[in-house]
């Protein structure tokens, strides 16, 4: 007869040292964000206008593929967690911790100041997502740290594309 191993059982999940229920929240709520990332720089991408217009849709299409990956990475987790990833799109804005603020401005700077917004918020909860699982659960750190490292580098794309615009304003 097949042996069907449970959730409980697999030592994979045994071996967190912290409540997993509470980490399947907090995941998921990373979730969410992404997604939400996604699509905002998705949009952004094809929207944007202004000076450095191509330059900076580039980064934005090339930053919503980043955050897309970042959804499969999370959702893989989870699910390894023995959790299931946010079923309905509708909840990603009710469950997400950074929230949707929808693009108001299509102007460049705009556009820029408000990703570079999300950014930071997405920085400072993975670096807290961090703090949370390190020493407890080193397969979801390694996987938050290279979010972290992606989202650092998201930030500082966005700051030197917005202080090359500036220069641009000044001459
Ligand atoms: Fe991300
Ligand atoms: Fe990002
Ligand atoms: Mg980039």
Same mark, same amino acid.
């Given at each position: 007869?097949?042996? +069907?191993?449970?959730?409980? #059982?697999?030592?994979? /999940?045994?071996? +967190? #040292?912290?409540?997993?229920?509470?980490?399947?929240?907090? &995941?998921?709520?990373? %979730?969410?964000?992404?997604? /939400?990332? %996604?699509?905002? %720089?998705?949009? @952004?991408?094809?929207?944007?206008?202004?000076?450095?217009?191509?330059?900076?849709?580039? $980064?934005?299409?090339? *930053?919503?593929? $980043?955050?897309?990956?970042?959804?499969? &990475?999370?959702?893989?987790?989870?699910?390894?967690?023995?959790? !299931?990833?946010?079923?309905?799109?509708?909840?990603?804005?009710?469950?997400?911790? @950074?929230?949707? =603020?929808?693009?108001?401005?299509?102007?460049?700077?705009?556009? &820029?100041?408000?990703?570079?917004?999300? #950014?930071? @918020?997405?920085?400072? !909860?993975?670096?807290?997502?961090?703090?949370?699982?390190?020493?407890?659960?080193?397969?979801? %750190?390694?996987? /938050?740290?290279?979010?972290?490292?992606?989202?650092?580098? *998201?930030? *500082? =794309?966005?700051?030197?594309?917005?202080?090359? &615009?500036?220069?641009?304003?000044?001459?």
């Amino acid at each position: 007869m097949k042996k +069907v191993v449970k959730k409980n #059982e697999r030592v994979g /999940i045994q071996i +967190v #040292e912290m409540d997993v229920e509470k980490l399947l929240k907090t &995941l998921n709520q990373a %979730y969410a964000d992404e997604w /939400i990332a %996604y699509y905002q %720089y998705w949009l @952004c991408a094809k929207l944007v206008e202004g000076p450095m217009r191509t330059e900076v849709a580039a $980064e934005l299409a090339e *930053h919503a593929q $980043e955050e897309h990956k970042h959804a499969t &990475l999370l959702a893989d987790r989870i699910v390894q967690l023995g959790g !299931t990833p946010i079923l309905k799109p509708e909840a990603w804005v009710k469950h997400a911790g @950074c929230g949707y =603020d929808a693009t108001k401005h299509a102007y460049v700077q705009a556009v &820029l100041e408000e990703n570079i917004k999300g #950014e930071q @918020c997405a920085i400072k !909860t993975y670096n807290s997502i961090l703090a949370m699982v390190e020493g407890k659960d080193p397969v979801t %750190y390694d996987i /938050i740290l290279s979010i972290l490292a992606d989202e650092i580098e *998201h930030e *500082h =794309d966005l700051v030197r594309l917005l202080s090359s &615009l500036k220069g641009i304003k000044l001459v």
